[in-house]
């Protein structure tokens, strides 16, 4: 079984939808981490969060510890959302992340 | 601040040749992490240091890599000899380290090795 388990792997959604990304792990964290990466591009961190909720703009990021579980939400999701999103919490006492293995996302106009 | 820097950014190479990958990290952070990107594996951590020392080196796969960080601002990750299935990206970041901090990262050096 996958330490770190995302879903869904792809998704596709229409301009102005609402979209959620699920994460489940198994691993104790200490904090985990939301990146996102376009096409051919390099990686960039949303998030990072140890408890609660975070809010970037049309990004809202959550996190349940005792329940081992982390969503990510974008309002009003646009075209130039489409990339993968990737869930990487860190491992308790380390900076040692461990990856999900993305959730695809095509937002078409 | 420029943020991480990598190079070369495309490498291409031939089996049993040695590659050296570079990266400057952001000034002031002191953990940097090497990472590698495939499609099959998605992303791995290879190696991460912690104000320039090895902390957890148990993502290396085998001891044709190796790692170094000689000073704050430069970290090399060498592969001999390289070998096709070593073809991927390979990504460096930086954080400001413990406690977990944010992640930056560098653009990625694709490697590909004949």
Same mark, same amino acid.
């Given at each position: 079984k996958n330490e770190v388990e995302q879903s869904p792997q792809n998704l596709t959604a229409q301009e102005g939808e609402f979209i959620t990304i699920n994460c489940s792990y198994s691993v104790g964290i200490s904090a985990l981490h939301w990146l996102q990466q376009h096409p051919g591009g390099g990686i960039v961190s949303l998030f990072m969060l140890s408890s609660g909720k975070k809010k970037h703009g049309r990004l809202i990021a959550t996190i349940n510890i005792q329940e081992k579980h982390s969503s990510l939400h974008i309002t009003a @999701?646009? !075209? &130039? =959302?489409?990339a993968v999103y990737i869930c990487a919490p860190s491992q308790g006492g380390s900076e040692k992340l461990v990856f999900g293995k993305g959730t695809k996302l095509t937002v078409n106009p | 601040d420029a943020g991480v820097i990598q190079s070369p950014r495309h490498e291409v190479t031939e089996m049993g040749q040695e590659v050296t990958l570079r990266c400057k990290p952001i000034s002031g952070h002191n953990s940097l992490f090497w990472y590698r990107q495939t499609m099959m594996r998605g992303l791995e951590l290879l190696i991460y240091f912690n104000n320039n020392v *090895?902390? =957890? =080196? @148990?993502?290396? !796969? +085998?001891? &044709?890599f190796s790692a170094k960080m000689?000073?704050?601002s430069f970290s090399t990750l060498k592969i001999q *000899? @390289? +070998?096709? &299935?070593? @073809?991927a990206v390979y990504f460096c970041a930086s954080s400001v380290g413990r406690p977990t901090g944010e992640l930056f990262f560098g653009e990625g050096s694709r490697l590909t090795v004949l």
């Open positions: @999701s646009h !075209p &130039r =959302d489409s | *090895p902390i =957890d =080196d @148990s993502g290396m !796969p +085998e001891d &044709r000689p000073n704050a *000899p @390289s +070998e096709p &299935r070593d @073809s």
